[in-house]
């Protein structure tokens, strides 16, 4: 592996991008090594240069430059004008009788100040912010459900009905939705005001604790805090939900009997939100725990599983682990002792396309000839879910209890995800916003997650990229691969994951590693570990990655983050 592009690499100079790092040039803050230090001087010899070794570097005081004399350094700060100053505005007589201080007395000063709001953000403000989309986003979720049980509930009063009244039923189901989609735009545009701040929060957090750690008195008298804004916490919406009053059966007043819903509507709760002090920012090492990536990733077990080819590995437990591969077996296996637990065959005589296991732990497969998607329970199969014209293909469990499906149509030209709640188709994605399809057509093998922070990440083989959507299902990126890749062959995603750092995981098996980016699609490193093929991927609760190897047949468990 080039050392230069490896994921696991030194620091290099600055200059030369080749050799090791060595010293530090303090008013420039560039990284340098001993042979270029020279044309580090020669390339602007208008500035003071201060090279000192890298252990050293930011240890010399940055002054600010005056703004009225030229390359003059201001080491005063007239606390009358509140400005620093140079010794020739002090001759100049403009401060006479003006209280002078050192300007680094200053900036000690002002960093107790920015140390004290941001421990303000980091320990209540950013904590509070994240409770409240915490109890938005149940909301939202709890809405889904209870909407879903009304329509429910009026599909069941239809079906007492004759068929002429199914346009009845249609209409108040339309109004069901209108009623829910306005509570939900009206919660998701709070969401989504809470979630820029919460994002406003993060970035402020970072320029303050930059700004700590830094001998640039410039940058440091440039911090400005927003703290109070932040304090100003918006209303708590608490929905009101229609309900379904069934009436009687009487064909002559159909349209007023049938049943009717009664409005919905959105409160404020007069006690609103409150600021938390529980928790901290993940920053602060709490909300949630910040795990750095590992310099070398370890491979801690390997487990043989004996199929002919191997595709999906999924979690049951920390200790147990799901498989599938070229037959109609489904296998649990010990992690630990790499034993053989279970073994269940599909329902049909194919082999299932791919397997996710439920919040309740139960093991969802696709079946992409028959058209049908099933649950596992106490080793008993059900159909979930029977399609027409469309076959499913990868599938995943989400952190609401919902599944996410990605299907190609019969005649291969259309791809789509569709989220279901338990049978109940209630969202489609396939399309951007100019009306281009989000996904390639045709049978490619395509993989399927939901992200801690509710993104829809879809590894489409076909486009040789990685779709991630919103939850609403508005394109946020695409990735493509990285450059260069590992063994210098096209990027073509197989299996994909998320870890609890909201890290994007995608087998990349013609290069024989995993990509990791992050959740805005900024690639981070490989992982290769010795990988031969890998297809699917899974993590467990402590972010260890299981990869499902084609060929070797063996799921390798993996150390990557510390």
Aim: hydrophobic share 30%; aromatic share 6%; charged share 25%.
């Amino acid at each position: 592996m080039d050392p230069r592009t490896s994921a696991q690499d030194v620091m290099r100079c600055d200059l030369c991008e080749t050799a090791v790092v060595q010293t530090h040039c303090d008013t420039c803050l560039v990284k340098l090594c001993k042979a270029c230090v020279g044309e580090h001087f020669s390339a602007d010899l208008s500035k003071p240069h201060k090279i000192v070794d890298f252990k050293d570097r930011k240890s010399t005081p940055l002054y600010p430059g005056c703004t009225s004399h030229d390359k003059e350094q201001c080491e005063m700060y007239c606390k009358h004008c509140d400005r620093p100053v140079c010794l020739s505005c002090l001759a100049s007589k403009q401060h006479l009788g003006h209280e002078l201080s050192k300007v680094l007395q200053v900036l000690d000063e002002k960093k107790d100040i920015i140390i004290k709001e941001r421990n303000e953000l980091n320990d209540m403000i950013y904590p509070t912010y994240q409770d409240m989309a915490s109890n938005v986003q149940n909301r939202l979720s709890q809405i889904e459900k209870e909407y879903g049980d009304l329509s429910t509930a009026i599909t069941k009063h239809g079906e007492d009905w004759h068929r002429e009244i199914d346009i009845l039923v249609k209409k108040l189901k339309a109004k069901v939705d209108e009623m829910k989609n306005k509570q939900l735009q009206t919660l998701q545009k709070q969401l989504n005001e809470i979630n820029k701040n919460i994002s406003d929060i993060k970035e402020e957090i970072n320029s303050m604790e930059t700004a700590i750690d830094t001998n640039n008195l410039s940058q440091l008298f440039s911090i400005m805090s927003n703290v109070p804004r932040y304090l100003n916490l918006p209303h708590k919406l608490i929905p009101l939900l229609p309900k379904f009053i069934p009436g009687k059966i009487h064909w002559e007043e159909l349209s007023k009997i049938f049943g009717a819903l009664s409005p919905s509507s959105l409160t404020t709760d007069k006690n609103g939100y409150s600021m938390k002090t529980t928790q901290k920012s993940p920053e602060a090492g709490s909300y949630p725990p910040v795990k750095q990536l590992f310099d070398e990733p370890e491979t801690v077990t390997t487990i043989d599983t004996g199929y002919v080819t191997l595709y999906n590995v999924a979690c049951l437990s920390d200790e147990e682990i799901w498989t599938n591969g070229y037959d109609s077996n489904m296998k649990l296996f010990n992690i630990n002792h790499g034993s053989l637990l279970k073994s269940i065959t599909a329902k049909s005589v194919n082999k299932p396309w791919d397997i996710a296991v439920t919040k309740s732990g139960d093991v969802v497969y696709t079946d992409y000839s028959d058209r049908t998607m099933n649950i596992v329970k106490n080793e008993k199969i059900e159909v979930v879910i029977r399609l027409e014209n469309w076959r499913p293909g990868s599938v995943c469990s989400t952190s609401s209890g919902d599944l996410l499906v990605i299907m190609d149509s019969d005649d291969n030209k259309q791809a789509k995800v569709v989220r279901y709640s338990g049978s109940t188709e209630i969202k489609t994605i396939q399309f951007d916003d100019k009306g281009k399809p989000l996904y390639s057509s045709g049978s490619y093998s395509r993989y399927i997650t939901e992200n801690k922070n509710l993104d829809i990440c879809v590894s489409d083989w076909g486009a040789k990229a990685v779709v991630v959507v919103n939850q609403a299902g508005k394109l946020r990126f695409r990735y493509t691969g990285h450059t260069p890749a590992l063994q210098n062959k096209l990027f073509k995603p197989l299996g994909i994951t998320t870890d609890s750092q909201s890290r994007i995981l995608i087998a990349d098996r013609d290069n024989h590693c995993v990509h990791i980016i992050d959740q805005d699609g900024q690639f981070l490193r490989y992982i290769d570990c010795g990988l031969s093929n890998p297809w699917g991927l899974c993590t467990d609760t402590n972010d260890n990655l299981f990869v499902a190897q084609l060929l070797n047949i063996q799921v390798k468990k993996i150390k990557y983050l510390q």
